[in-house]
T-cell receptor, first 108, second 112 residues
Framework: GIQVEQSPPDLILQEGANSTLRCNFS?????LQWFHQNPWGQLINLFY???GTKQNGRLSATTVATERYSLLYISSSQTTDSGVYFC??????????FGTGTSLTVIP | KAGVTQTPRYLIKTRGQQVTLSCSPI?????VSWYQQTPGQGLQFLFE???????NKGNFPGRFSGRQFSNSRSEMNVSTLELGDSALYLC???????????FGPGTRLTVT
C-alpha cells in the first residue's frame, strides 16, 4: 500500500499565527484530500487536490504530484482551527490511505 | 443535498456478540467505503463497495464483512466481537473511489 507521512505530528500556535502542514506519500496517486476531524469524530472535507493549488478563505493547499507531497497552509489561525488534520491519498486500488494526522492546538 | 448518514451513532456491545452498522450514501453516489479508527492504529481501510460489488478489502479478519444494496446503502457486520473492535467506524461515499470522498459522522462502538 501507499505510505503517507504527515508532519509535524503536533503543532501549538498562538491565535493569528500562520502554519504549514506537510503530507508526503510513497507512490503516484489520483486522489488526495485534506480533512479536519472535529471533536465528535466527523471528517470535514477541506480540499480535494490530487494536483495543483486551491484556496478557500484562510486555508490553501498545494500538491506537487511529481514530487509526492502536499502542503496545507493555514493563515491567521483561530481557536476554531484546533483539531486533527488528516491527509489521505488513493490510487487505482479503490481505497484511501490515511496519514497519522497533525494535531493542531491554537491558543488565544 | 443530504450528506452521508450512519446509524446508529453510538453502540455498546458485549464481547462475543455481533453488530450491524448502516451507512446511507449521498444520493447518486455508488461507491461506499468503510474505515475503522482507533487511537493505536489510526484510520484503516476495511472495504469498498461499488454497485453492490466488493472491489477491495483491507487487512481485517473474516469477522468483518459488509454488503451493499441496490440503492447503494451499505451495511457492515462484525461477528464475535472482541474488546479490540472498540472503535469509531466511518463510512465514506463518492461517485467512484478516485473522486472526492465524503464521510459520515461515524458510529462509535464500545465492546465491554
Amino acid at each position: 500500500g501507499i505510505q503517507v507521512e504527515q508532519s509535524p505530528p503536533d503543532l501549538i500556535l498562538q491565535e493569528g499565527a500562520n502554519s504549514t502542514l506537510r503530507c508526503n506519500f510513497s507512490d503516484s496517486v489520483n486522489n488526495l484530500q485534506w480533512f479536519h476531524q472535529n471533536p465528535w469524530g466527523q471528517l470535514i472535507n477541506l480540499f480535494y487536490i490530487p494536483s495543483g493549488t486551491k484556496q478557500n478563505g484562510r486555508l490553501s493547499a498545494t500538491t506537487v504530484a511529481t514530487e509526492r507531497y502536499s502542503l496545507l497552509y493555514i493563515s491567521s489561525s483561530q481557536t476554531t482551527d484546533s483539531g486533527v488534520y488528516f491527509c489521505a491519498v488513493g490510487n487505482t486500488g479503490n481505497q484511501f490511505y490515511f496519514g497519522t494526522g497533525t494535531s493542531l492546538t491554537v491558543i488565544p | 443535498k443530504a450528506g452521508v448518514t450512519q446509524t446508529p451513532r453510538y453502540l455498546i456491545k458485549t464481547r462475543g456478540q455481533q453488530v450491524t452498522l448502516s451507512c446511507s450514501p449521498i444520493s447518486g453516489h455508488r461507491s461506499v467505503s468503510w474505515y475503522q479508527q482507533t487511537p493505536g492504529q489510526g484510520l484503516q481501510f476495511l472495504f469498498e463497495y461499488f454497485s453492490e460489488t466488493q472491489r477491495n478489502k483491507g487487512n481485517f479478519p473474516g469477522r468483518f464483512s459488509g454488503r451493499q444494496f441496490s440503492n447503494s446503502r451499505s451495511e457492515m457486520n462484525v461477528s464475535t466481537l472482541e474488546l479490540g473492535d472498540s472503535a469509531l467506524y466511518l463510512c465514506a461515499s463518492s461517485l467512484d473511489a478516485r473522486y472526492e470522498q465524503y464521510f459520515g459522522p461515524g458510529t462509535r462502538l464500545t465492546v465491554t
